[in-house]
């Protein structure tokens, strides 16, 4: 926790709320009067807050890059490549397209309607919460920002209080570069997000866990409020036998300890042959050592757990199996060593939840056939990768399981396209966004039909009474055959 015990606005995020008043009302109301007033509506407003949001990230660089390291023990450059860049590029991009993106989109006719004018028209839902997690805690919150600003929604933002120093930044500087009348920042921990959530809004997007997932979607049937939920889960690592381990050990273990551990599509476990396991784990212990170090404790390039509770949890998984590597932590450092774990069998506690720290369990498994078996068997995973010189056993993990995302012969790099989408299935979550995806989630695709007034005497096929023949030429100008009349 933050040690903020009530939700402060970005323009004063210590501010005290009047006991037994409701801290988000008159929050709330001004950002639905902003939307109703059509504000946020014309492209020219949506191209500023995104310039604002522009200048943010460009003007405060080290500002973010501190708070990072200070509440993840992150490195410039790991803060650059997995925040800061990729959320000045969905930025960017969203800058050269928003004119396209909000451009009517025509449909095909029938024949009934070839006069009228058809076509969806994406539009604001209204008023959006965005609840975002401490792990990337500036990717996770501006990244969907942008989609809902460029689709012309009123945003509440509400940061993880976890991940503290960022959320500082997020409240008291954010702000400075958007519109207060159609944005803020709301502060405070699961109380005050269950005050919030009391609410009703008109899109609710989350990133968290499972567990937390399922609150929000319940609060949120209260209100019919359509929700994405962006959760977690297990994400499985197949290594077939026909591969080169040490390429397999360089690719695995720098994804799974990217961010000490804590990244929500890190390979979870490895599935592989005993044989492949031999080849594996010594190639893991030199990779190890080359990324950082014999003291891996002291390599700048290896992040910290974010919290004691975490911590707790991590230290107690390292007694599931056999330690092969690593193994060692330390909590007056929040710090757990890269370690490998064999042995382990499906129902240890290491194999029941989302581990999210730098370690990682190999299960052995006799065959493909009996990888995709133990897949299938569990909830689907966020994502799923599979490492193979045969591209048949790639087609045949990507035909036989379903995972949010695929990806075959490296690891999670597919989060820096803006033309991919992200997103879960199942347990692991539902709806997607980067890019343009992110715009279409926070957009309502509203079906529009535009007839003319007059031209009354075509319509008369269709008023009663009905002759044989009136019935048989409506029937059929219905059909979807293309018109060569017109």
């Not at 006719?109 to 792990?135: C, Y």
């Not at 092969?324 to 774990?341: K, M, N």
């Not at 029941?352 to 009996?370: A, K, M, T």
Request: hydrophobic share 40%; net charge neutral; proline share 6%.
């Amino acid at each position: 926790m933050s040690g903020i015990k009530r939700p402060g606005l970005a323009k004063d995020p210590g501010s005290e709320s009047t006991p037994g008043m409701d801290p988000f009302a008159d929050t709330l109301q001004r950002l639905r009067e902003a939307f109703v007033s059509g504000r946020t509506q014309p492209a020219e407003f949506r191209a500023a807050q995104l310039k604002g949001l522009s200048r943010f990230l460009q003007e405060n660089k080290q500002l973010l890059q501190e708070a990072l390291a200070q509440d993840l023990h992150k490195v410039a450059f790991h803060s650059d490549i997995s925040e800061l860049i990729i959320c000045q590029n969905e930025v960017d991009l969203a800058l050269r397209n928003l004119c396209t993106w909000m451009k009517d989109e025509p449909v095909a006719k029938n024949l009934i309607t070839q006069l009228d004018s058809a076509f969806i028209r994406r539009e604001p839902f209204g008023l959006v919460l965005i609840l975002s997690p401490w792990n990337y805690p500036l990717n996770l919150s501006l990244v969907p920002l942008v989609g809902a600003l460029a689709a012309g929604n009123c945003v509440v933002l509400k940061p993880s209080e976890i991940s503290k120093n960022t959320e500082k930044v997020l409240a008291k500087v954010l702000p400075r570069y958007l519109d207060q009348s159609c944005f803020a920042v709301v502060l405070g921990g699961p109380e005050e997000t269950g005050q919030l959530l009391e609410h009703e809004f008109d899109y609710i997007f989350f990133t968290g866990t499972p567990r937390v997932g399922k609150i929000v979607m319940a609060a949120a049937a209260k209100h019919l409020t359509p929700v994405t939920l962006e959760l977690g889960g297990k994400n499985p690592c197949y290594v077939d036998d026909n591969c080169d381990p040490q390429t397999v050990a360089n690719r695995v273990a720098f994804f799974r300890c990217f961010n000490a551990g804590q990244t929500c599509v890190a390979p979870d476990y490895v599935l592989c042959s005993p044989e492949m396991q031999a080849r594996l784990v010594p190639a893991l212990q030199s990779t190890i050592t080359r990324f950082y170090g014999d003291d891996p404790q002291s390599s700048p390039n290896l992040g910290r757990i974010i919290s004691q509770k975490h911590f707790q949890r991590l230290r107690g998984l390292l007694s599931c199996g056999r330690v092969v590597i690593g193994g060692q932590s330390d909590e007056s450092d929040l710090y757990i060593a890269p370690t490998v774990l064999v042995d382990v069998q499906e129902t240890d506690p290491v194999m029941q939840e989302e581990i999210f720290g730098p370690i990682l369990p190999i299960v052995n498994v006799r065959s493909l056939g009996q990888a995709i078996d133990f897949i299938n068997r569990r909830e689907k995973p966020l994502a799923l990768y599979a490492f193979s010189n045969s591209s048949q056993v790639i087609n045949q993990m990507l035909y036989r399981t379903s995972s949010g995302n695929f990806v075959g012969n490296e690891g999670f790099t597919y989060m820096s396209l803006t033309s991919l989408p992200f997103g879960g299935v199942g347990k692991s979550g539902m709806g997607r966004y980067h890019g343009k995806f992110s715009f279409d989630t926070f957009s309502h695709h509203r079906a529009c039909l535009l007839s003319h007034s007059g031209l009354e005497v075509l319509n008369n096929i269709r008023y009663p009474p009905y002759s044989d023949c009136r019935q048989k030429l409506f029937t059929w100008a219905m059909g979807s055959h293309l018109c060569t009349l017109l």
